[in-house]
């Protein structure tokens, strides 16, 4: 979120999600998220952390707070290279890669991360391709990111695409697996599966209907 945009709404309380901070501290280890003493060391280990909208010291402080429009919608955790820099000096031992991963995986599922950035849209694509080809194609792959994100970009990488091709270090043929219906069922059957559960494990629902 641009600066100018982080200081245009007041947050009433009303407007914050009590349960999100359980929700994300129900990964496992999560729960440690309650003892973020707000030291900052996530913040300057991180090697992205000046390309973030938010630091990884604030997308915990406003995950416990119950900023969950905020965090689900904000480009840090897609930013996230996932060094394990944080989580390896985080003295309070906060898995916050782990909570990178899970901000990730609900945002997708809520379908409220930020729109036409290229990481969330080729996650979900590579996803789709495996699930229904049982491999991923790049060519394929690339050509629904452009159109998805930036269709002009399409056209700027036409050529290295005709250059990758005829040096056949890209394949224009869709290529599958055996068997792919299989592993297709596979994957509808963990996309059902809840992203995560509560503390006395009863799945907590997180699919599109959950809000
Ligand atoms: S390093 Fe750990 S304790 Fe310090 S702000 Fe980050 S998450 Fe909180
Ligand atoms: S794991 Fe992600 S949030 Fe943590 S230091 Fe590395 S890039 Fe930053």
């Given at each position: 979120m641009p600066d100018w945009q982080k200081w245009r709404k007041i947050k009433y309380e009303?407007?914050?999600?009590?349960?999100f901070a359980d929700k994300i501290a129900s990964i496992p280890g999560g729960e440690k998220l309650f003892k973020c003493i707000q030291c900052g060391t996530c913040s300057g280990m991180c090697p992205l952390s000046p390309d973030m909208d938010y630091t990884p010291r604030q997308i915990i402080a406003m995950i416990r707070a119950g900023f969950k429009k905020e965090v689900l919608s904000s480009h840090t955790c897609w930013l996230?290279?996932?060094?394990?820099a944080c989580t390896v000096e985080c003295p309070k031992e906060i898995k916050i890669t782990d909570i990178m991963y899970a901000a990730k995986r609900l945002a997708i599922q809520e379908k409220?991360?930020?729109?036409?950035?290229?990481i969330p849209v080729l996650a979900r694509e590579f996803f789709n391709g495996v699930k229904r080809q049982g491999r991923s194609n790049e060519s394929f792959l690339l050509t629904r990111l452009y159109l998805k994100t930036n269709p002009l970009q399409l056209f700027k990488q036409a050529f290295l695409g005709l250059q990758l091709f005829y040096r056949g270090r890209m394949s224009l043929k869709l290529e599958s697996i055996e068997h792919k219906n299989e592993l297709k069922a596979l994957l509808n059957s963990l996309e059902k599966e809840p992203l995560m559960k509560s503390k006395t494990g009863t799945p907590v629902a997180t699919g599109e209907g959950a809000r």
């Open positions: 009303a407007e914050l999600d009590p349960g996230c290279a996932s060094c394990y409220v991360y930020p729109k036409r950035f290229a």
